[in-house]
Structure formats: structure tokens, C-alpha cells
């Protein structure tokens, strides 16, 4: 009777998480590691998108990431087509040394000035885009970088 107990809880427990699992919760692999995301994308073809942000303090980054790039719609159309990379610049918490050393290269090879700034590459390292923030959602979001990135 016990094992019987315990098994119907487990699987209780595990149909109430998946009823509240978050469903806007994005699939998106976002790395830290540029070199490692510039290797996968000279192996895939896979454009990369640059995602500078200030996690701890940029209100337009939360407002980017929660209107669009952490959408089940963006994950579904772009998730799989680019190479995700996240460089960050929190103001409250503290990177692993050779990140933030990382982070200040790219922006400073970027010219990035303004967060939040999206940036797609080529694996060569071509621009092939630079946007920021833009209303309309995990759709719109990704036919917009699609564009950029010449994606059909």
C-alpha cells in the first residue's frame, strides 16, 4: 500500500509541474562563450546573434527579453536558426574574470553604446545586422532578425 502511495504522489507531483510549467519559458541555449559559439557557427552555417545587455539593471533588456527573445513564439521560429550568445554587463553581481574580459572586447569591437544592442554575425564575423529593442513580440522579433540575417 505504501509503494502504491508513493507512486501515485510521484505522479502527482509530476502532472501539477507540468500543468504549471511557464509556457512562455524559452528553449533558447543562450551561451557566455563567444569563441565556442563562433566555432559552432563556422561548423553549422548558423548565423550568430549578439544579445548585449545589462541583466541587473536595463529596463529595456527585461523589456526585450520578456516581450520577445524568452517567448515560446521566438524560441519556435529562431531558436534553431542562429548561434545565441549573451553579453553581459551587470551592474550588481559579479562574471567569471575571462567573461567580463570577453565582454568589454566585444563591445569595445562592436561599438556597442546602447543596451540593449542585438547584433548577427557571420561566422566570419561579418555584420550582417544591428537592432535593439522593437515592440511586436517573439514573432515579430524573429522575422525581424530573420531579415537582417538575409534568412528565408
Known amino acids: 500500500m505504501q509503494k502504491i502511495l508513493i507512486a501515485f504522489m510521484s505522479l502527482f507531483m509530476i502532472c501539477t509541474s507540468l500543468v504549471h510549467a ?3 519559458s524559452s528553449a533558447i541555449n543562450w551561451s557566455t562563450d563567444y569563441i565556442g559559439a563562433l566555432k559552432q557557427s ?3 552555417s548558423k548565423p550568430i546573434v549578439l544579445f548585449f545587455t545589462g541583466s541587473d ?3 529595456w533588456c527585461h523589456k526585450l527579453q ?3 527573445l524568452n517567448t515560446s513564439e521566438f524560441a519556435q521560429m529562431a531558436g534553431n536558426r542562429f548561434i545565441f550568445v549573451e553579453v553581459d554587463f551587470p551592474s550588481k553581481s559579479n562574471l567569471p574574470a575571462n567573461v567580463v574580459a570577453q565582454n568589454k572586447q566585444l563591445q569595445s569591437k562592436f561599438a556597442v553604446r546602447g543596451f540593449p544592442s542585438v ?3 557571420d561566422s566570419n564575423e ?3 545586422g544591428k ?4 515592440a511586436g513580440g517573439g514573432r515579430a522579433y524573429a522575422e525581424h532578425l530573420f531579415n537582417m540575417a ?3
Open 22 to 24: 511557464d509556457p512562455t
Open 126 to 128: 561579418n555584420i550582417l
Open 119 to 121: 547584433i548577427i554575425l
Open 150 to 152: 538575409n534568412i528565408k
Open 42 to 44: 563556422k561548423a553549422t
Open 57 to 59: 539593471w536595463c529596463g
Open 131 to 134: 537592432t535593439g529593442y522593437q
Open 66 to 68: 520578456n516581450e520577445s
